[in-house]
């Protein structure tokens, strides 16, 4: 353990300070609190930053542990003989990183929660992992929580240290005059080159490190998820993972993309459930989004009515030269509403939020007359800074969390 214990104390030297909102969303009195989240969205880093920033500051009688789940130590023990070591040592939180990698987690996992009840733990796993469908049910004792990628709020404190709260839907879409100018008005540089800079560069954390590679790592990422994760959840086969990768780059290829699922079963050789399960399994993985009509069931052999990407920054690396504006304003707005909001296909206007807005995306050219008649409907606009009456800039969309 003491190992173990070093490499924290590395990690924490070196910890960045940027925070992203879910560190102080979190309600960290919880006996087990599991995070998931994208790979790259910056789990790892808010594990330490709650043990170096908050844990020592609110609790400064805590002994906290992190250790990642893939570390060479668990090759002779095992999760529980850890928690059991650390807690005879005076050991309080235990924060577990990257659960899927470790076999029989959710078993090892409810033990050390029966049998060590002063034991605080905290674990992440990826997105694709469903928490509550391992071999043990954790649903009465783990909380669970989703880190999304990087918002453009969070995104703008980075790059400009302007600390602007978090907005409500209801209240953006009736005070957002307001809410622009004040934004504006105290922005030294262009909003909308920030917004600009954000959908090539901003979703997520590990831009800062260098922006000038970030697209190259992006796609390293990519091939991780596909190759790894996938494998380390679901048994993904290398050759699957394969076949699974050619889906994704047919759907950047004409993202917004609607499946023809007998055609994509035919071009990429696989039997039409696989093709359905790939799909999820990419939704699952924050590669792709599934959005379906308000009144489509979605069953599990049901081919959702459109594909996107996952967020701007996943067009550009994967669709290189079909990085088409209007594809990424979409993207954008369906991003940012994705785990907030119950977001659908519109019959009139491109999206339906919670059953009662109508939102149209487009330019700062864009029309009212697709949503004409539409209770609650709204135009997006970019390249705007203010809005006025149902017209209200895109980048505004960002300040959600």
């Known amino acids: 353990m003491e ?7 590395q990690l924490l030297k070196n910890v960045s300070d940027k925070k992203r909102y879910l560190l102080d969303e979190i309600d960290w009195s919880n006996r087990l609190i599991g995070i998931k989240g994208a790979r790259g ?20 009688e805590a002994e906290p542990l992190y250790v ?25 939180h235990l924060f577990l990183d990257e659960v899927h990698k470790y076999p029989n987690w959710s078993r090892e996992l409810k033990l050390i929660y029966d049998q060590f009840p002063k034991l605080k733990t905290v674990f992440t796993s990826s997105s694709i992992l469903e928490i509550y469908k391992g071999e043990s049910d ?29 907005i409500s839907l209801d209240d953006l879409l009736t005070n957002h005059k307001e809410i622009a100018r004040n934004i504006v008005n105290h922005e030294v540089e262009s909003i909308i080159k920030h917004f600009k800079n954000y959908l090539k560069h901003g979703s997520y954390p ?10 190259q790592k992006l ?20 050759q699957d993972s394969r076949k699974i990768k050619k889906l994704l780059v047919a759907i950047a290829q004409s993202a917004p993309f609607t499946p023809n699922v007998s055609k994509l079963s035919e071009r990429l050789g696989v039997q039409r459930a696989f093709l359905i399960n790939a799909l999820r399994l990419l939704d699952r ?55 907030l909001h119950e977001i659908h296909l519109a019959e009139k206007g491109d999206f339906t939020i919670d059953r009662k807005y109508s939102f149209e995306i487009g330019g700062k050219n864009k029309k009212t007359k697709q949503i004409q008649g539409v209770a609650n409907g709204f135009v997006v606009r970019d390249d705007m800074e203010v809005g006025s009456l149902n017209i209200i800039p895109l980048y505004l969309f960002g300040f959600l969390y």
């Open 285 to 339: 993985a924050d590669l792709i989004m599934e959005l379906y009509k308000p009144t489509t069931g979605i069953g599990a052999f049901t081919k959702p009515e459109k594909l996107y990407l996952n967020n701007p920054n996943l067009v550009y690396a994967l669709g290189k030269d079909n990085a088409e504006i209007g594809t990424l304003r979409e993207t954008f707005f369906a991003n940012q509403m994705k785990h």
């Open 138 to 166: 954790l649903s009465r004792r783990a909380v669970s929580y989703n880190l999304k990628e990087l918002s453009f709020r969070e995104f703008l404190h980075f790059e400009t240290n302007r600390d602007i709260p978090k």
């Open 206 to 215: 590990y831009y800062i490190e260098n922006k000038e590679s970030y697209l």
């Open 41 to 60: 969205s910056g789990k790892t880093t808010l594990l330490l930053q709650q043990i170096k920033y908050r844990l020592n500051k609110f609790s400064p």
């Open 219 to 238: 796609n390293q990422t990519i091939a991780l998820i596909l190759e790894i994760d996938l494998n380390a959840v679901e048994n993904i086969t290398y």
């Open 3 to 9: 190992d173990i214990v070093a490499l924290q104390e």
């Open 68 to 92: 990642s789940l893939d570390n060479f130590y668990f090759l002779e023990n095992t999760l529980v003989s850890l928690a059991q070591d650390f807690v005879l040592q005076g050991g309080t």
